[in-house]
Structures are given as C-alpha cells and as structure tokens.
C-alpha cells in the first residue's frame, strides 16, 4: 500500500479474506453536510425545550456554535462541565459550561484527575451527532449559573432533557421532514462512492447495511445519494446483499433480537426467521446474520462513523473486522502540516532545555548529599536559562494550537499526549478513514500492513 493511502492502519488486514462488508447508513454511506444538520438539529431543541418542556423563552434565541465540540470529549452531566481526556482517561482540558476552568480549579473539583467512562454521570461525545447537544448542554449550564439560575433545572436534569427532545425531534419527524424538504442543503451526494461500492462488488465483496435509521428516512437517502448513480444495479436495493433499518446499535452487536421482513414501501413487515439476499429488515442481530451466513467473523468488515455504537461494542462481542469514518482527520492533517513548523521549534527548545535541567538536578543532589551549598550561583544561573527557554516555547504552544480547534485543540492529541478518542480509535479499529469513498478507491484486494509502532524503552534504539 501507497504510504500516501488515505486508509490509516492499526492491525493488519488482507482484503481478499474479507467476504463480506457491513456499512452504518448515516455519516458512513451516506455523507452529510455536519454544520448544516448540527445547527438543524440545535435549532430543534431549542425549539422544543421552550415549547415542550417550558424552558425560558430566550432560549430560543440562543446561536449555535460548531467550534464549541470536538468529537471525544466527555459531558459531566452532575457538575455542568465538558472534559477533554488522554488516553489514559486523564482529565487534560475542561470548561464548566463555556468557561475554561484552570487547573488548581479541576483539582478541587476532581481530587483525582482520572476519569472512569463507565460513570453514568458522564457522557461521551462519540459522533458528529453531538455536536448540537455538547454546545446547547454548555450554554445552558452557562444561563443556569448566570441569569436564569432559579428559572433553569439542576445540570444533571438539563442533559436529561436535551436527551429526551433530541430525541424527540429525530422520532416525530421535526429534524428528518427538514432533511426531506432539503436534501440538497444537508446530505453529500458522491458519486464516486457508488462507483467503488458497484467496483468491489464485481470483485465478489457482498455488501450489507446497517442503520438505526428508520425505513422511510433510510429510503429517502439512498433514492437520494445512492440511486441516481448506479450503473450496474437498477436500485439500490439490489446493489446491497440485504439492508437492516432500526437496528439499535450497539444493541445490535450484543444481544439477540429477532429480524422483521419489510415487505413494502410502505413499510408493512412481517416475522423473519434468518435473512435473504436482496430483503430489507428491521432489528434483529449480528450473531444471527454471523451463523446464518456461515461465515467467519474474520470474513466480516463493517464500517461505522460511532466509536461505541459502531466500533467497540462490535470488536468487544463480535470479533468482526472494523473500520472507522472520522470526518475530522482530512481537516486535522491539513492543520497539523500547517503546525509542522512550529512543532519543529518547540522539539528543537526542548532538546535545549532537557540537559540543562538534568545538570540542576544532578548539581541540587550533590549539594544534599554532600551538604554544601558551593553550586548555588550556577543553580540560578541555569534555572534563569530554562526560564527563557520557557518563554520562547510558550507562545510558540500558543501559535500551534491556535491551528485547530479555538477551544479543544487537536481531535487526536491533548497535548503531547494522545486523546482519549485516540486510544479508542487505535485499540478498537483496525483501519480508519475520512470517508468511506478512501477505502473503496483502493483495490479490493488491497492488503492493509500496519507499521511496527516503537515501545518507549525502544525509541532510543533508532533515534
């Protein structure tokens, strides 16, 4: 494989033993316009906490800002703050609300810095979906302390109620008959995408979808996205091996729930024992699709845009090959090209500063154990140089985040350190992508290699 792929390697993957590939409708097969949905999806809730739940009429007056989140950050329902993690669940960045809280602030708040993700108390932002409810979440633990404090519920009660209206307006139609009404407005048409799905099928991969769409909305897409481009199927319903719809992931991957045939446009089903090429479903589950296939779960690559929903639960239960849409990583390889340069000044300071503070140490140590106090000149001396080292790379950290997002930085990084997302991404996916349309303009038989990744007692061996 090119070292220009597009497709970003974690595990090794042969795809002449993948038989048949899996696909999550939304943000994966189907690309959307993300501003334009979130701020769609926004406009709803707000909409609906003011008419629904009787929240304070301003509200609906509230604008949107899709900067305010990134994907992989974690929502503190109880204390009304939005936490950006490392890899190993470390709390790095946080804001209660849209205020930045410092550090020895989030110490009091947090005692320990570490995070456990299986709290109910916290919810992550694993997709673009989120977006809306991340920022909207921010701005009224914003008002709650500020001018509506006795007019507004407690924080944990906030986020309960986004949940609910958020799903509210995707279940009663108000975002999706908008979607309808623009398709054009809220939905990436990609030919390109069609003509590598029709390519890989003549290779002999058998294609399926999986969605937690409902029929109609999932209709309603691929006559708009997939259909107008077919060459060698006359509908879309015959490009894939078998379509499911509502299909309740990660439930889906976990337990076992029965399929429903949908035996008309109009969505009329009736009791389905397995699966058959060409049928449309509703629920059911992979274990049942695994066995009645006959395959290898080792045969199976599907692909989703949700960590959890999409990627984890299924790695974790049904030992199915992954891949992972991430939308952001073309815009975060853009940025971090354009922050090359600064990166490369701030290694090269450091470099600087390591021996230095190593020589104050080992001048600090002899003056204890000797009990002298003979280096206390060259001491200050030193600590002034690494001081003005100090001063040179903060701005040049300043310059260097100011690449990416304003107030979260990079989706993959916190600092030096890995993200959280990060970590998901590398454990659970074995291979990751922008857009799904990458992967298919390589060759089905492409043979995914991933890279030796140096341990940090191995890094000096080839530095």
Not at 379 to 401: M, N, Y
Request: hydrophobic share 35%; glycine share 4%; proline share 3%.
């Amino acid at each position: 494989m090119s070292t220009n792929s597009p497709v970003f390697v974690n595990r090794t993957l042969n795809m002449k033993k993948i038989n048949y590939i899996g696909l999550d409708m939304d943000h994966t097969l189907v690309r959307y316009k993300t501003e334009n949905f979130e701020q769609l999806a926004y406009a709803s809730m707000c909409q609906k906490l003011v008419n629904d739940l009787s929240y304070p009429k301003q509200i609906a007056n509230l604008k949107f800002n899709f900067n305010r989140a990134i994907r992989g950050l974690v929502i503190d329902k109880v204390r009304g703050n939005i936490l950006k993690l490392s890899r190993h669940a470390a709390i790095r960045e946080s804001y209660h609300g849209t205020r930045p809280i410092n550090f020895s602030e989030q110490k009091k708040i947090y005692k320990s810095t570490y995070i456990d993700l299986s709290d109910p108390d916290y919810d992550p932002v694993d997709t673009s979906f989120s977006y809306s409810f991340a920022t909207l979440f921010a701005q009224l633990v914003d008002l709650k302390d500020d001018e509506l404090r006795d007019s507004l519920p407690d924080y944990g009660q906030i986020a309960a109620d986004l949940i609910f209206v958020l799903d509210a307006a995707h279940r009663d139609g108000t975002i999706k008959n908008q979607v309808a009404e623009d398709l054009d407005h809220y939905i990436i048409k990609d030919p390109e995408l069609v003509e590598g799905l029709e390519r890989y099928k003549k290779h002999g991969k058998k294609i399926f979808v999986v969605t937690n769409s409902e029929y109609h909305y999932t209709k309603l897409l691929m006559d708009y996205a997939i259909q107008p481009f077919l060459k060698d199927s006359s509908s879309w319903s015959e490009l894939f091996e078998f379509v499911v719809t509502l299909a309740s992931k990660p439930r889906f991957f976990t337990d076992r729930l029965p399929f429903l045939k949908i035996t008309s446009d109009e969505g009329t089903m009736i009791n389905a024992n397995g699966i058959e090429t060409g049928g449309i479903y509703q629920g059911g589950c992979a274990d049942i699709i695994t066995k009645n296939l006959k395959l290898s779960p080792e045969e199976i690559l599907y692909i989703g845009d949700h960590i959890y929903g999409d990627i984890v639960r299924l790695k974790k239960d049904c030992a199915w090959r992954t891949a992972l849409v991430v939308e952001e990583i073309e815009e975060e390889i853009h940025n971090s090209q354009n922050a090359l340069s600064l990166v490369e000044q701030i290694d090269q300071l450091m470099e600087e500063k390591r021996p230095i503070e190593t020589k104050i140490d080992s001048l600090i140590s002899d003056q204890i154990i000797n009990e002298h106090k003979s280096h206390e000149q060259e001491i200050k001396e030193l600590i002034h140089t690494v001081s003005a080292i100090d001063t040179k790379i903060g701005p040049l950290i300043k310059k260097q985040r100011a690449c990416f997002n304003p107030y979260w930085g990079e989706v993959f990084r916190t600092g030096i350190e890995e993200s959280y997302f990060a970590y998901q991404v590398d454990r659970f996916a074995c291979i990751y992508m922008g857009k799904l349309s990458d992967l298919l303009a390589l060759s089905p038989r492409t043979y995914f290699r991933s890279n030796k990744k140096p341990l940090s007692h191995e890094i000096k061996l080839f530095t």
